[in-house]
């Protein structure tokens, strides 16, 4: 009875991890050896105001989650060793941007890979995504850039009517 429980329990872990891996925009795969408590500590913090929950699983158990989710087979060379793992919630890029800015300082562990939109990405890949901007930077950006023609055309109606020395039209 006890191993049926006991099964039980890994089968109900499995399905929690694979609910994670499902609802998550993205998640890296980070080798957190030889970083201190305090390191660990403020590498929580800033993932928590972030909204991306930083945890230590069994390898195996992911492994399985990634499996029942249908993710890559080849997950199993990201899974060597001791990882922790970021999922992302919210932004698919904040969990490598907080990585890859806390290895830079730190300057003693890695990042071995993730899942983004439920593909495997290798550590070259997270890296690429830490450097984009954020989703309302990107947003931001695309509504300037739809906005400086009509702007500009604009400027351009009103200095025409400032020389013909009409009135000039109101935004």
Do not use: H
């Not at 230590?56 to 990634?66: E, F, H, I, Q």
């Amino acid at each position: 009875m006890a191993n049926a429980k006991f099964i039980e329990q890994k089968a109900a872990k499995v399905a929690e991890i694979q609910a994670k891996i499902e609802k998550a925009k993205s998640i890296v795969f980070f080798d957190y050896r030889s970083i201190t408590v305090a390191e660990d500590t403020e590498l929580r913090r800033s993932m928590r105001k972030e909204n991306v929950e930083y945890v230590v699983l069994k390898n195996n158990m992911v492994s399985r989650a990634a499996e029942n989710a249908s993710i890559d087979s080849k997950i199993e060379e990201m899974l060597k060793g001791p990882v922790a793992y970021a999922f992302g919630y919210d932004d698919e890029v904040a969990p490598a941007r907080i990585l890859k800015a806390f290895v830079k300082k730190a300057k003693k562990c890695e990042i071995k890979g993730g899942i983004v939109d439920g593909k495997l990405t290798s550590a070259a890949d997270m890296d690429a995504i830490a450097e984009l901007p954020s989703k309302e930077v990107l947003i931001g950006r695309l509504l300037g850039s739809m906005k400086s023609p009509i702007s500009k055309f604009v400027i351009v109606l009103d200095q025409i009517a400032k020389q013909k020395g009409e009135a000039p039209a109101e935004a």
